[in-house]
């Protein structure tokens, strides 16, 4: 279950980290976790990251972002639910 909520945070994690510019930097500020069912063999995880979002980090000194995901086995199956929230500031 945490190697889910680990793969989370580190997908949107690198979504925030590729497209935050230097002279900021990000904070993980919550991680919701919802599962859903017991899941089998490999996982795989989708956000809804958009070019609103790429916007937001890129041109606000401060702020916060909602990530919302899911994870599927191999089955294709939804196994978990996440929202991740970072927030990033101006570094000084």
Known sequence: AMAMA???E?????M???????G??????SIDCKYVRR????IRV??????ARRQTLQQEDKG???FYLSAEDETGEVVAEFTAVWAWRKLK
């Open 6 to 8: 680990l793969l989370a």
């Open 10 to 14: 580190t997908a949107t994690g690198m």
């Open 16 to 22: 925030v980290g590729i497209n935050i510019p230097k």
């Open 24 to 29: 900021k930097t990000p904070l993980l500020k």
């Open 39 to 42: 899941s089998s063999g490999n």
């Open 46 to 51: 989708e956000t809804d990251f958009d070019h």
């Open 64 to 66: 916060e972002v909602p």
